[in-house]
């Protein structure tokens, strides 16, 4: 009682927002880096398949080595942040993605390439998690979805730069040189995070704006076992696990990989070109996160805004996967609109944290964090093998290409996933912005 009194007389003295937005902005140039790696084989498809000698469904699992690593660190990455707390886990984190990355870059074969992306995956994992706590620690509660928008827009930042840009450095240079720079620059942005950013205001002299004894207490070990099975007690733990990969698997299945390939085979784009409209849909996505994360604060309610975006976004899909007939401009102004509304999933962390106690935070935002990367990781192999069962042995410059039946088979499981989000998200409890406390659990 007399600590959460002294916590309430010491709330004048919470940090001011230049320095909160400093250490939440070094966390959230990490997980640019990680949205870099994720999206960058999208441009690079021709020459992977042809360096590492592989076909659609080999390019499908290099991409999906990331996503494995990836998302089998969720959970263990939420429960750590809870117990160790970002700082640590995102230098450390800085400084194995580098290295993969180094590894990736100089591979010659498809093995020592694959080890690089299961590193690099398995590192940037707790780029999102981290970040999330340093959102909920270093902003008062009701920033927390406006904020958690914002590091979707810095991380597609990222993406966006392995759009176009990365495509002409690649013309360049060559893409194994540019793959060694960001690796370099990975490692030195590690040293920078240990050095300027804190888990909590009070290790800056600041008072909190959590209360003590809501922030990390057990020990790793207790956490592994307890954390996560009390999150799963809650019903929109298993909701929220389900959903949000439907809009993340469409948006990095065809931005993050089979997008450009699909553009310059059927609608007779150039790389740079197709790789602008992928840049399109993830810019749109840039600009939706903060928008409802920002409307559903605003609002109250997470639910109702939530199956707004969702329903929205499987239309759009719908439309640029099945209609061949499309023009240039329609076709525009489809992946801007179908990108603005997959903003709508940014919804599910803070809908997530709302629905377990607040020392669950870490671990709930795993979880969720976790399912949202379960849609590229199963989808984007899983488009890779029906191309190559569809495949009717037509070869350009050097690699297997596909028939527009072909595509629009493969994209079937992604349109069935979203679909599947939309109905799911009718079976959630909404939390009207409210966290829950120990008592309502």
Same mark, same amino acid.
């Given at each position: 009682?007399?600590?959460?009194?002294?916590?309430?007389?010491?709330?004048?003295?919470?940090?001011?927002?230049?320095?909160?937005?400093?250490?939440?902005?070094?966390?959230?140039?990490?997980y640019l880096v990680g949205f870099f790696q994720r999206v960058a084989p999208a441009v690079m498809t021709q020459e992977l398949m042809r360096d590492f000698q592989i076909s659609a469904s080999g390019l499908g699992h290099l991409s999906g080595l990331y996503f494995?690593?990836?998302?089998?660190?969720?959970?263990?990455?939420?429960?750590?942040?809870?117990?160790?707390?970002? *700082?640590? !886990?995102?230098? =450390?984190?800085?400084?194995? @993605?580098?290295? #993969?990355? $180094?590894?990736? /870059?100089?591979?010659?074969g498809f093995f020592a390439a694959?080890?690089? *992306?299961? !590193?690099?995956? =398995?590192?940037?994992?707790? @780029?999102?998690? #981290?970040? $999330?706590?340093? /959102?909920?620690s270093w902003f008062p509660k009701n920033f927390y979805g406006f904020v958690a928008g914002n590091a979707i827009s810095i991380g597609l930042i990222g993406a966006v730069t392995a759009g176009p840009p990365l495509r002409f450095l690649m013309d360049t240079f060559s893409w194994r040189p540019v793959i060694v720079s960001s690796g370099i620059i990975t490692i030195l942005l590690g040293a920078l995070i240990w050095f300027v950013v804190r888990d909590y205001p009070r290790e800056k002299g600041y008072s909190d704006f959590i209360a003590v004894g809501t922030g990390p207490q057990s020990s790793p070990s207790d956490s592994f076992r307890n954390n996560f099975i009390k999150a799963l007690r809650f019903r929109n733990t298993w909701l929220?696990?389900?959903?949000?990969?439907?809009?993340?698997?469409?948006?990095?299945?065809?931005?993050?990989?089979?997008?450009v390939p699909y553009l310059v085979s059927h609608h007779g784009l150039t790389p740079g070109r197709a790789a602008s409209l992928t840049s399109v849909l993830l810019i749109g996505w840039a600009l939706g996160s903060p928008f409802f994360g920002w409307m559903s604060d605003v609002l109250g309610k997470r639910k109702p805004l939530y199956i707004a975006g969702c329903v929205l976004t499987a239309v759009g899909w719908s439309l640029i996967l099945f209609r061949e007939d499309l023009s240039m401009l329609q076709l525009i102004l489809i992946l801007s609109m179908t990108g603005f509304c997959s903003g709508s999933m940014i919804i599910s962390f803070a809908f997530a944290k709302e629905s377990v106690p607040l020392t669950l935070s870490g671990t709930i935002s795993g979880l969720t964090n976790m399912g949202s990367m379960m849609g590229p990781t199963l989808l984007q192999p899983l488009v890779g093998r029906i191309l190559d069962a569809r495949w009717s042995g037509q070869m350009a410059e050097g690699v297997r290409s596909y028939s527009l039946e072909a595509y629009e088979t493969g994209f079937i499981p992604m349109i069935v996933w979203i679909l599947l989000s939309v109905l799911l998200l009718f079976f959630t409890k909404e939390t009207h912005c409210r966290q829950m406390t120990l008592i309502e659990s």
């Open positions: 009682m007399l600590e959460l009194e002294s916590f309430e007389n010491n709330r004048l003295n919470t940090p001011p927002m230049s320095l909160a937005w400093l250490i939440w902005g070094l966390g959230a140039m990490f494995y690593s990836y998302v089998s660190m969720q959970i263990p990455t939420g429960i750590l942040a809870d117990t160790l707390g970002p *700082r640590k !886990l995102l230098s =450390a984190g800085c400084l194995a @993605a580098g290295m #993969g990355t $180094l590894l990736f /870059s100089m591979s010659s694959g080890l690089g *992306r299961l !590193l690099i995956g =398995a590192s940037v994992a707790v @780029a999102f998690v #981290g970040l $999330l706590k340093l /959102s909920s929220l696990f389900i959903i949000p990969g439907g809009i993340v698997g469409n948006i990095l299945t065809f931005s993050g990989l089979w997008g």
